[in-house]
């Protein structure tokens, strides 16, 4: 199996700074892009970044200049480094990652649980 657990949500004020982490665990033979979505109440799951395995990084229009995106290829870990937070940013952010497994021997999507970010004063 296969599993990615995010971290690092939490309340922050708006203007602050938050860093998520997702960690890629288990049957893993190889990642591709590993990226982070959101999805706040009554909303429909968003992308808000990409990252491939070379270093190339895509944004949602709403978050370029505030967020940045990061991985450690070493340690199948995807960061998403947070500031100049916005009530609007309030939301689940999911990990997911394009992965090759040694369980099914074929490259699939795999989704972590979800980490809360609540940006409120």
């Known amino acids: 199996q296969v599993q990615l657990v995010e971290s690092g949500g939490g309340l922050v004020q708006p203007g602050g700074s938050l860093r998520l982490s997702c960690a890629a665990s288990?049957?893993?033979?190889?990642?591709?892009?590993m990226d982070w979505y959101r999805q706040a109440p009554g909303k429909q799951r968003e992308l808000v970044a990409g990252?491939?395995?070379?270093?190339?990084?895509n944004y949602a229009d709403s978050v370029k200049g505030r967020f940045t995106i990061s991985r450690d290829n070493a340690k199948n870990m995807v960061y998403l480094q947070m500031n100049s937070l916005e009530p609007e940013d309030t939301a689940t952010y999911y990990c997911?990652?394009?992965?090759?497994?040694?369980?099914?021997?074929?490259?699939?999507?795999?989704w972590g649980q979800g980490t809360q970010v609540t940006v409120s004063s």
């Open positions: 288990g049957s893993i033979v190889a990642i591709f892009e």
């Open positions: 997911k990652g394009d992965v090759y497994d040694s369980d099914t021997w074929s490259r699939r999507d795999y």
């Open positions: 990252g491939t395995t070379s270093g190339s990084t």
